[in-house]
């Protein structure tokens, strides 16, 4: 019997459950914000920001970032003692800080997380809702207060600076503060394999000061890296204004520290460094002697973050400054080698002078129908090199991919609305487009396709290429994608920035994303990532090759594995504990489908149905085509398969016996359609084959058949029951139901 926790509730709860005159969370924004932090921010999710107090509390961590879903902003928690340090901060390329370290009692907080949660307990109609919350503020208060792993960690401080009587124009000194974190994120469990965006690393503080031609100017207290980043975007603007002999004025500014470069045609170079009121100029310098003063202080606040804290070597953050400082170096000593000339110019004029020479919604005319739905084309478009699976439906219009375009036309008349060149791969995450070709990517905008943000990762190399949008709920908005041989990386939507990254070992992954949870299948091991950090939660190495995306059936991962004898295993999603592990009597065929409270696997010749929990086999029949490459669909317990070679038919998910089956195509005539997944809208299955046939999955009556000259090889379908077919020799039509006429009973003749 399952306890329900009612009477935890405060008594005005379990009365009418009067609403708050206040926000549930209006004394928990009072402690996390300090008194001149924006009111409006946004916070964590109650359910997390408790879970992570609690973490804190209990020694479990030192440290927990918190991104919020909403915006690319997250919170910093850090415990000192019987406190916790609380920093807000953006996660564009260049942060804004709203709050750093500021410290509250980590008892207090967690009291007030508990006093929200009972709040928020009587504002909410669900009875599990309440449970949960009261759940939240019981595990709140249960929490005992632990004493601080890193209480003996002191702060080392590090300071850099050239000598007074040098005879360079411009240079950096800096004192710096940096308190050890390693571990503080709790990433122990994953060891080596997660590398995470550490934004609140970086926010140590120091003095930052710069001296030109003697004249010396305080830049920065508090996070002087900030400071130091934006000088490397200067310095970035300039070596490219540089090596392309174009004029050059930019500013930027972070907090209250603003820097200026100008470059001329003659390649004289002037920075400006503002701060405090003041202004610190240095003018008629080579780009050179800019460029690299600047680089040398980034790399030594690098050096000596590192040197605090190794585990900052992993910090994403860190390690792509360090790539473009490499890279600025290199581009500034190649210039410095190209500037070079001949040792005989007359022996060089004689040689030239011999010579000459990359839960679907319903739809109201289907459900509505009795049958006989007939469609008529509406519009037709003809695009060579057409790839049907890179079709994808935005808002009001289809956008298509060729190799020499990317295009978005109307989905009413076809259209063009924009089009730009084409691309190596495309995903469509929400209303952002995300290209990628030999490692760079743009994040478009579907309204125009033009790119507001760009990318690099490392070029797909020895592995198929993997795509796959996340977000929702308390998950930022991401895009993950396979890069180099063995990672991932997870590319923040809104920003382009990387989130986190990911290596395994293996060159192959398949994925299946449940809420939170990312399963990553490669090799003989199977991953689960939290999506929103890449924290690596759990991991099994089985014994032969895992072929197959891992499947979630309730609370139970079912993966299959294994060559001429395959081998079935079930995890405990919440844990990883291996539940069972068994041979199969045969090789899988196929990915292991979930229907209903079922798991079916195809092990040679037979279809198998087991008990996702415990592995037990509750039926077996011969394979209707499941392991020759059907499409399939779980469709209210029934398992709706579209076999090669024109045969829909509806296993019953808990006998395995079928329920219908219907010929749609003669198997040695009709071409078969690249993809054979079927499309659910309201009433009707939308099933390719050598048409495209309107089926009711109930009992496998045909509705209707959509009459073309047309292979389906990708089939869409929308909210209209609209239906667009693209076939991969570079066709693409849509078809829509066309009115129907019908007898009114007792009307005038």
């Given amino acids: 019997m399952q306890r329900t926790y009612e009477s935890e509730l405060p008594q005005i709860a379990n009365q009418s459950f009067i609403r708050a005159a206040q926000r549930p969370d209006q004394e928990l924004r009072g402690l996390l914000f300090a008194k001149a932090t924006d009111p409006s921010l946004g916070v964590p999710s109650l359910s997390e920001l408790t879970a992570a107090l609690t973490s804190l509390a209990r020694g479990l961590r030192r440290k927990v970032l918190l ?68 759940r939240t503020a019981e595990r709140a208060r249960r929490t005992t207060l632990s004493p601080d792993p890193a209480s003996s960690a002191r702060t080392e401080r590090h300071s850099y600076g050239v000598d007074d009587d040098t005879d360079e124009p411009l240079t950096f000194a800096f004192e710096a503060r940096i308190h050890p974190e390693s571990g503080l994120s709790g990433h122990t469990q994953g060891g080596r394999a997660t590398s995470a965006a550490d934004i609140h690393a970086l926010l140590f503080e120091g003095v930052l000061s710069a001296r030109v031609r003697g004249r010396r100017l305080v830049l920065s207290r508090g996070p002087i890296a900030l400071a130091a980043q934006r000088m490397v975007v200067a310095v970035r603007a300039l070596v490219d204004a540089w090596e392309t002999g174009r004029p050059l004025n930019v500013r930027l500014r972070t907090g209250a520290f603003g820097i200026g470069v100008r470059l001329d045609r003659q390649e004289r170079a002037e920075l400006l460094l503002h701060a405090q009121g003041e202004t610190l100029r240095a003018a008629e310098l080579h780009p050179e002697e800019i460029a690299l003063p600047v680089l040398r202080l980034a790399s030594e ?99 298509l991919s060729t190799p020499d375009h990317t295009l978005a036309v109307e989905r009413n008349t076809g259209d063009v609305i924009w089009a730009r060149e084409g691309t190596g791969s495309l ?50 908005p991401m895009a993950v994608m396979a890069e180099g041989t063995s990672r991932l990386v997870a590319l923040d939507t809104r920003t382009g920035e990387p989130r986190w990254r990911f290596a395994a070992e293996g060159t192959r992954f398949e994925l299946t994303r449940v809420g939170r949870l990312l399963l990553v299948a490669t090799d003989t091991t199977l991953h689960a990532l939290d999506v929103a950090t890449g924290e690596e939660l759990w991991r099994h190495v089985g014994r032969t090759r895992f072929g197959w995306a891992p499947l979630v059936v309730g609370d139970a991962v079912v993966a299959v594995s294994g060559g001429r004898h395959g081998r079935i295993v079930g995890i405990a999603i919440e844990s990883g504990e291996v539940r069972y592990e068994r041979n199969l009597e045969g090789a899988v065929r196929a990915a292991p489908i979930a229907v209903g409270g079922v798991a079916v696997v195809a092990v040679g010749r037979s279809l198998e149905g087991r008990e ?48 219908w089956m219907r010929p749609l195509g003669d198997p040695l005539a009709d071409e078969v359609p690249r993809r054979l997944e079927p499309v659910l809208r309201g009433a009707a299955l939308f099933v390719p084959a050598s048409g495209v046939f309107l089926i009711r999955p109930s009992d496998g009556d045909v509705l209707g058949e959509i009459d073309y000259d047309l292979v389906p090889d990708r089939v869409r379908v929308d909210e209209r029951g609209w239906v667009y077919i693209a076939e991969e020799s570079g066709h693409v039509a849509a078809y829509a139901p066309a009115p129907q006429l019908r007898v009114i009973p007792g009307g005038r003749r």
Wanted: glycine residues 10%.
């Fill in 301 to 399: 606040l690098l050096r000596a973050l590192v040197r605090t804290d190794k585990t900052q070597s992993r910090n994403l953050r860190v390690s792509a400054l360090r790539d473009e400082l490499r890279a600025l170096r290199k581009a500034v000593k190649g210039r410095r080698r190209a500037g070079f000339t001949h040792a005989d110019p007359e022996a060089l004029a004689l040689s030239l002078a011999q010579s000459e020479h990359e839960t679907s919604p319903g739809c109201a005319i289907l459900e509505q129908s009795r049958g006989g739905i007939r469609y008529e084309e509406r519009w037709r478009i003809d695009l060579g090199g057409l790839d049907a699976g890179a079709t994808y439906f935005c808002g009001d219009r289809l956008v």
């Fill in 612 to 659: 996702p929990r415990t592995g037990e086999r509750l039926w077996t029949r011969s394979d209707p085509g499941i392991g020759d490459g059907a499409a399939t669909l779980d469709v209210d317990g029934l398992l709706v398969a579209n076999v090669p070679g024109g045969r829909a038919l509806a296993l019953e998910g808990e006998t395995g016996e079928t329920r």
């Fill in 67 to 134: 991104p919020l879903a909403c915006t690319p902003v997250e919170y910093a928690l850090v415990r000192r003692d019987g406190r916790v340090l609380i920093s807000i901060y953006e996660t564009a390329s260049a942060p804004e800080v709203h709050q750093l370290d500021h410290p509250v009692d980590l008892a207090t907080l967690l009291e007030a997380c508990a006093r929200a949660a009972l709040d928020d307990a009587q504002l909410k109609d669900d009875p599990v809702a309440r449970q949960i919350a009261v």
């Fill in 427 to 476: 995903l469509m995450a929400g209303r952002t487009l995300v290209r990628s070709a030999d490692g760079d990517v743009e994040l478009c905008d579907v309204g125009d396709g033009e790119p507001y943000a760009l990318a690099r990762v490392v070029p797909r190399v020895g592995g198929r290429e993997v795509a796959l949008s996340v977000g929702g709920g308390d998950v930022p």
